[in-house]
T-cell receptor
Framework: SQQGEEDPQALSIQEGENATMNCSYKTSINNLQWYRQNSGRGLVHLILIRSNEREKHSGRLRVTLDTSKKSSSLLITASRAADTASYFCATDTTGKLIFGQGTTLQVKP | SQTIHQWPATLVQPVGSPLSLECTVEGTSNPNLYWYRQAAGRGLQLLFYSVGIGQISSEVPQNLSASRPQDRQFILSSKKLLLSDSGFYLC???????????FGSGTRLTVV
């Protein structure tokens, strides 16, 4: 079953711009995680935010979590062409990680 | 260091043939292990997970099965493949709650 829904499904921006991706989920969670997938490759863990946290930073990434709205956002600042990839949010519930459908980000040089 | 190995990278199998995909983890003990499948352009679907040797939980009833014969080995199998079994299969592990998952490089299975 799919719990997370990302918005938008696809995003195209110019290098240097910021990219924002949103994720909504349905049930209570232990934590929410964001992953990146380059075409045809495995997933790479980007950042984890616990249910009692509201914001977290890692380099050019900023993640927010609003448990009252059951939503999260991933902001990539000063995007680079190398950031082109698919980004997935995933909710950790009862020891299982459930993924959304992902947002495909294209950063044009 | 902690690593995860998954093979083969690509596989083309005829309908009705058996399947065995193997995943092994190094540098950790008693990990939680997971098998996911990803259809083209879609998100990941959890197929099986295991919290210990011989302990398998199935998320989606289907033509596949999983086994964990050793602490750091997770195997995905099928006796007879269907066309609908085609996809990108990913193995993952984690050591505990509030830790990110580490994914293998995946196996792209095409059933013809």
């Amino acid at each position: 079953s799919q719990q997370g829904e990302e918005d938008p499904q696809a995003l195209s921006i110019q290098e240097g711009e910021n990219a924002t991706m949103n994720c909504s989920y349905k049930t209570s969670i232990n934590n929410l995680q964001w992953y990146r997938q380059n075409s045809g490759r495995g997933l790479v863990h980007l950042i984890l935010i616990r249910s009692n946290e509201r914001e977290k930073h890692s380099g050019r990434l900023r993640v927010t979590l609003d448990t009252s709205k059951k939503s999260s956002s991933l902001l990539i600042t000063a995007s680079r062409a190398a950031d082109t990839a698919s980004y997935f949010c995933a909710t950790d519930t009862t020891g299982k990680l459930i993924f959304g459908q992902g947002t495909t980000l294209q950063v044009k040089p | 260091s902690q690593t995860i190995h998954q093979w083969p990278a690509t596989l083309v199998q005829p309908v009705g043939s058996p399947l065995s995909l193997e995943c092994t983890v190094e540098g950790t003990s008693n990990p939680n292990l997971y098998w996911y499948r990803q259809a083209a352009g879609r998100g990941l679907q959890l197929l099986f997970y295991s919290v210990g040797i011989g302990q398998i939980s199935s998320e989606v009833p289907q033509n596949l099965s999983a086994s964990r014969p050793q602490d750091r080995q997770f195997i995905l199998s099928s006796k007879k493949l269907l066309l609908s079994d085609s996809g990108f299969y990913l193995c993952a592990w984690r050591t505990g709650r509030n830790y990110g998952y580490t994914f293998g490089s995946g196996t792209r299975l095409t059933v013809v």
